[in-house]
Each structure stands twice: as structure tokens, then as C-alpha cells.
């Protein structure tokens, strides 16, 4: 048993959803050219913040474009069942639970009411739809880094204090930075390549089932 405030942060897209989110809607209407933006983001080319502008700022063309994305999102984006086992885990135990997401606010907030998970709190990149045109907006963007829009291990710093225990779970590129300053790391995909690649500590899941049943049998 661990004798500390217990601080949960997860990533969203393909971590509590079963897909990328972000990536489902750029294969489907995004611009021929977005995986050479992908890559140029991935090797640290070019920021998401940048790379996110242009996908949503291409596939913007019409005020049904953001219904055309919901509508998408409901018919084939599903999150991990096994979430809601996990989050009720937390609750009881009251685990501060927080969402971390790189990708974008309109489809985290459809999402999360959609499965009436609007309790859990998190933080995005902003997604404004004016009617006819969009402004895409970046407020947790650290200027000092400048690789992704939305800074993980900047929400880190001001959540933690010297008696909190942090746990962390994501599955991607935007989970890099973080992975690396807390005190356990669930990671799948490209994060556990990461995680090999730099000598960090993880355990390796498959979905919410695989992390419930550590984060119990740790903390109970």
C-alpha cells in the first residue's frame, strides 16, 4: 500500500478509445498529403500544433463539417469498455483521475458525454466551431518545447506536490516527455517503443482490463 495522494493521468486517443480519434478523422477527410505532415511531426520536424492547424483547417470546407466529423465519430469510434471499471476504481478510492490529450476538444467533450463519463476532467487543444469557420486554439502550448499543442508534463508540474504518487498512461508520441517524470508508466504502440528506446520503466497493457487489475493489486 502506497501512503500517498494517488494522481492519475491518461492520454484519450487510442488509450481510452479504442482508435486514434484524431487520425481516424484525418484518414477520412483529411488532406492526401497529411501523412507526410505525420512523420515531419514524429521526428520532430514540425510541431503537432502546426500539424494540427493544417489538418483541421483542410478539412474544414463547410458549416456541416464539424456534424460531418460527430456523425463519423459516433458510427465507428468506440472507447475501451473496460474504462468504466477502472474509473469507478478510482472514484471509490478517491484517485484524482485527470484526461492529458494532444488531440482536440469537440470530439473528447461528443465522446465523453456519449458514454456519460462528462465527470472526468482533462485538458486539449481547442476546437471552435464559428458557424462557417473554425479556430483551433492551443492554450497549454509550451513555447519552450514547441513538439506538441498541448504540453503533458507542464500539466504535470502544477498538479503534482511532493506527497503524490503519479501514475500515467497513454500510448503514443505526445507521450514521450511525460513518461519520463513520473512513478509508473502503463504504455503500448509507439510509447512502449519509446519506453525500450530510453531505459524507462513500464508495464505494457493491452486495454483498461491490464491496468485495472495492477493499479488493485498496487494500491489496495
Given at each position: 500500500m502506497i501512503d500517498k495522494r494517488i494522481l492519475i493521468l491518461t492520454d484519450f486517443d487510442g488509450t481510452i478509445t479504442k482508435k486514434d480519434v484524431g487520425v481516424a478523422l484525418v484518414k477520412n477527410f483529411g488532406p492526401k498529403d497529411w501523412e507526410n505532415y505525420e512523420k515531419k511531426w514524429i521526428q520532430r520536424e514540425m510541431s503537432s500544433k502546426y500539424v494540427l492547424t493544417f489538418y483541421y483547417e483542410s478539412m474544414f470546407?463547410?458549416?456541416?463539417?464539424?456534424?460531418?466529423?460527430?456523425?463519423?465519430?459516433?458510427?465507428?469510434?468506440?472507447?475501451?469498455?473496460?474504462?468504466?471499471?477502472?474509473?469507478?476504481?478510482?472514484?471509490?478510492?478517491?484517485?484524482?483521475?485527470?484526461?492529458?490529450?494532444?488531440?482536440?476538444?469537440?470530439?473528447?467533450d461528443f465522446i465523453l458525454h456519449k458514454y456519460k463519463l462528462d465527470g472526468i476532467p482533462y485538458f486539449s487543444n481547442l476546437y471552435i466551431d464559428n458557424g462557417d469557420s473554425i479556430k483551433i486554439e492551443f492554450p497549454y502550448y509550451n513555447s519552450k518545447c514547441g513538439m506538441c499543442g498541448n504540453c503533458k508534463t507542464n500539466h504535470l508540474d502544477k498538479l503534482l506536490d511532493k506527497n503524490t504518487y503519479v501514475v500515467y498512461i497513454g500510448d503514443g508520441y505526445s507521450d514521450r516527455c511525460i513518461s519520463e517524470k513520473v512513478d509508473l508508466v502503463f504504455a503500448k504502440n509507439d510509447l512502449e517503443k519509446y519506453c525500450i528506446e530510453n531505459n524507462i520503466n513500464y508495464i505494457k497493457y493491452n486495454d483498461f482490463l491490464d491496468v485495472f487489475r495492477v493499479i488493485k493489486s498496487k494500491f489496495n
Open positions: 470546407q463547410s458549416t456541416q463539417s464539424t456534424r460531418k466529423f460527430i456523425d463519423f465519430i459516433d458510427k465507428n469510434i468506440e472507447i475501451d469498455k473496460n474504462f468504466y471499471d477502472f474509473y469507478n476504481y478510482c472514484r471509490r478510492n478517491k484517485f484524482e483521475i485527470y484526461i492529458i490529450s494532444d488531440g482536440m476538444s469537440f470530439y473528447i
